[in-house]
């Protein structure tokens, strides 16, 4: 059971790039969320799904898009990168939308903007 | 907005002694639930509690969550080099059960042997 794919592990981009950060899960959980980190911040939440075409804003979504076509795929888009997007990126998954679920984490993105 | 307060943010302690992080929410939380991070690594869920006052034990971690809903702990008794990481915790957003869970900032604790 590979639980939560995120691809790729690591990535360099250059300021103005675009880039597509994926997160997949098979464990057919209706909720899923991408988190960036960054020292002394915490995780902090870009943007979430209760489920297949609905998607909504966290705390930090400025710089980011995100759909969800399907159950499985949740994908990060940068569509002009910035060098204060540079950062590891985790994409998380649970059974439902109920706060009251655990989340499962993938293994992170590390992506760098020079 | 909704926050979620950890402190301390760092804790270097010698291996057998005690650790102690807190968590505060600006509002009342339905449940919390605590994560680790070992160092290079992803969140793993430790636990979720529900019940005001409620105190959980997972062999030396205890996990308490306030009589207001609005704080909780968590207490390492007898630290070892295995418990290094990021201990975070998590509440709901002020939305309430839309999944939105909000993190605190952390605790690293690092374990001198």
């Known amino acids: 059971n590979a639980g939560v794919t995120q691809t790729p592990k690591f990535q360099v981009l250059k300021t103005g790039q675009s880039m597509t950060l994926q997160c997949a899960q098979d464990?057919?959980?209706?909720?899923m969320s991408w988190y960036r980190q960054d020292p002394g911040m915490g995780l902090r939440l870009i943007h979430y799904?209760?489920?297949?075409?609905?998607?909504d804003q966290g705390e930090v979504p400025n710089g980011y898009n995100v759909s969800r076509s399907t159950t499985e795929d949740f994908p990060l888009r940068l569509l002009s990168a910035a060098p204060s997007q540079t950062s590891v990126y985790f994409c998380a998954s649970s059974y439902s939308w109920d706060s009251n679920q655990p989340q499962h984490f993938g293994d992170g993105t590390r992506l760098s903007i020079l | 907005g909704q926050q979620v307060m950890q402190i301390p943010q760092y804790q270097h302690v010698q291996e057998g002694e005690d650790f102690t992080t807190y968590c505060n929410s600006s509002?009342?939380?339905?449940?919390i639930q605590w994560y680790k991070q070992r160092p290079g690594g992803h969140p793993v869920f430790l636990i979720q509690?529900?019940?005001?006052?409620e105190v959980k034990k997972q062999k030396r971690l205890t996990f308490q969550f306030g009589e207001a809903k609005k704080n909780s702990s968590l207490h390492i008794t007898a630290t070892q080099t295995t418990d290094v990481g990021t201990y975070f915790c998590a509440g709901p957003g002020f939305a309430g059960n839309t999944g939105k869970l909000i993190f605190g900032q952390g605790t690293t604790l690092q374990v001198k042997p």
């Open positions: 799904s209760v489920g297949a075409g609905i998607t």
């Open positions: 509690l529900v019940k005001s006052g």
């Open positions: 464990m057919n959980h209706e909720y």
């Open positions: 509002t009342t939380l339905s449940n």
